[in-house]
């Protein structure tokens, strides 16, 4: 099985200098590795039910963001011509991080700036996103929140079912809620423990087709 290297080390910034460092306490072994408890029995038998729904709201394509460390949906955008054009407008705008609005409204993002994420494939329902960290990388235990915006984000685009995360072209493994990495494709089943129960439904841009014009004033 091929080697995989840790998402942990890549988002502290061991990408800055192109390599990957091995003392930063994240196993780099392929598979998901064994922790004290594993969120919602992600290694049970196939019979489990998680306790948490796994199911991701029909919002349309949506930045997810943070706040109060959960996930939430930031404001619904309108699809691209495809599902490729779709998600890389996504990409960026996660990359960017939130707007002004957004953070008074107080929402935030685990990703540090100057993040690059670059969509390298889609096909069959399968992304391949590759990641890039910036100066300012994010904490080892806000690694799982940042691969959740992430995944989550993709997920919430018609055609996109799960995501492959690499690093210059390499598999690397992510970091789900608990602390297990896993080397498999990653669902938005995997972070559904990250999301906020109060996430109410995001309000679409002014630029969605279901928008409507303003309301008439009261009488």
């Given amino acids: 099985m091929t080697r995989r290297s840790g998402l942990g080390p890549l988002l502290v910034g061991a990408l800055i200098t192109g390599t990957l460092a091995s003392g930063c306490g994240v196993p ?42 959960a996930l939430v949906p930031g404001a619904a955008s309108t699809p691209g011509a495809d599902v490729r054009s779709t998600a890389s407008a996504l990409l960026l705008r996660l990359a960017e991080g ?19 994420l670059t969509l390298t494939d889609v096909t069959g329902g399968r992304a391949v996103v590759d990641v890039r960290a910036g100066d300012q990388a994010p904490s080892p235990s806000r690694l799982p929140l940042a691969v959740g ?29 608990g602390g297990a990495l896993s080397d498999r494709p990653l669902r938005a089943d995997d972070y559904a423990a990250l999301r906020s129960p109060r996430s109410p439904p995001p309000a679409a841009t002014s630029s969605s087709p279901t928008a409507t014009g303003p ?5």
Avoid: C, K, M, N
């Avoid at 002004?100 to 690059?116: H, K």
């Avoid at 309301?215 to 009488?219: H, M, N």
């Fill in 28 to 69: 780099t072994d392929s598979g998901a590795q064994s922790v004290p408890v594993v969120p919602y029995d992600l290694l049970s038998p196939s019979g489990s039910e998680p306790s948490v729904s796994s199911s991701v709201p029909a919002l349309g394509p949506t930045v997810w963001l943070v706040r109060d460390d």
């Fill in 98 to 116: 939130p707007t002004e609005q957004q953070r008074a409204d107080g929402l935030s993002t685990a990703f540090g700036p100057d993040v690059r």
């Fill in 149 to 177: 915006q992430l995944v989550l984000t993709l997920a919430s685009i018609e055609g996109v079912d799960e995501v492959v995360l690499t690093a210059r072209g390499a598999p690397i493994e992510a970091p789900l809620p």
């Fill in 215 to 219: 309301a008439s004033p009261t009488p």
